[in-house]
C-alpha cells in the first residue's frame, strides 16, 4: 500500500465548476498536508497546507482534512482553465519525510 | 511563499561530462533540501535527502558516487552528476524544508539537463 494515495486522473471538469480532488493516507503519525499544483514542464508550487481536522479555505481552494478517516481533499471552486495541472497531495509522515502521492491530473474545459 | 532558486535552469553536455546544479533557500535558512528526479508523464522520484554538515541520505538504487550532494551551508545545496550519459537526462528538482513554517517543503524552478 503506497503511504499516500491519489487516483491519477484524468479528472476532466467544465470551467466554472467544483473540481474535487482526493487523496488518502496510511501514516496515523501524519500531522501536516499539503497540496501542490505542477503545470506541465514546471516544478512544483505550494498552494495549500493544513494541519488541524476540517476546513481551511483560501480564495477559490479549500482544503479538507479527516484525520479519523485518513483523508484529505482539495476543492477548487469556479474552476478556470488555467487549473489546468497536475495536484500532488503530500503528507508530513512520523518518519520525519514529506511523502508525496503520484498526482492527479485535472482537465478544466471551457 | 519561501523562495528557492536553481541554477543553471537548462543545461546540455557531452555524454562522460560532469554537471553541477545548486539549489539554494533565499528567504529562510534550510537544514534539509531535497533533490528529486522526474521524468516526462511520470511522478517525482526523490533521490536524496541532503543535510547540512552531514553526508547525504540516499534513496534505493541512487548512486551515490554519480550523483554527488554537498550542503556545505544552510542555505545551498549541490547536486553534481558525475560522468554524465544520455539516460541521465531528466529534469531535476531541488526543495528546501522550512522549519519554522511546519515543515513545509518549497521547491525551485527546476534544472532541465540533456546530456548528448
Known amino acids: 500500500q503506497k503511504e499516500v494515495e491519489q487516483n491519477s486522473g484524468p479528472l476532466s471538469v467544465p470551467e466554472g465548476a467544483i473540481a474535487s480532488l482526493n487523496c488518502t493516507y496510511s501514516?496515523?503519525?501524519?500531522?501536516?498536508f499539503f497540496w501542490y499544483r505542477q503545470y506541465s514542464g514546471k516544478s512544483p508550487e505550494l498552494i495549500m497546507s493544513i494541519y488541524s481536522n476540517g476546513d481551511k479555505e483560501d480564495g477559490r481552494f479549500t482544503a479538507q482534512l479527516n484525520k479519523a478517516s485518513q483523508y484529505v481533499s482539495l476543492l477548487i471552486r469556479d474552476s478556470q482553465p488555467s487549473d489546468s495541472a497536475t495536484y500532488l497531495c503530500a503528507g508530513y509522515s512520523s518518519a520525519s519525510k514529506i511523502i508525496f502521492g503520484s498526482g492527479t491530473r485535472l482537465s478544466i474545459r471551457p | 511563499g519561501a523562495v528557492v532558486s536553481q541554477h543553471p535552469s537548462r543545461v546540455i553536455c557531452k555524454s562522460g561530462t560532469s554537471v553541477k546544479i545548486e539549489c539554494r533557500s533565499l528567504?529562510?535558512?534550510?537544514?534539509?533540501m531535497f533533490w528529486y528526479r522526474q521524468f516526462p508523464k511520470q511522478s517525482l522520484m526523490l533521490m536524496a535527502t541532503s543535510n547540512e554538515g552531514s553526508k547525504a541520505t540516499y534513496e534505493q538504487g541512487v548512486e551515490k558516487d554519480k550523483f554527488l550532494i554537498n550542503h556545505a551551508s544552510l542555505t545551498l545545496s549541490t547536486l553534481t552528476v558525475t560522468s554524465a550519459h544520455p539516460e541521465d537526462s531528466s529534469f531535476y528538482i531541488c526543495s528546501a524544508r522550512d522549519r519554522t513554517a511546519r515543515e513545509t517543503q518549497y521547491f525551485g524552478p527546476g534544472t532541465r539537463l540533456l546530456v548528448l
Open positions: 528567504d529562510f535558512q534550510a537544514t534539509t
Open positions: 501514516d496515523r503519525g501524519s500531522q501536516s
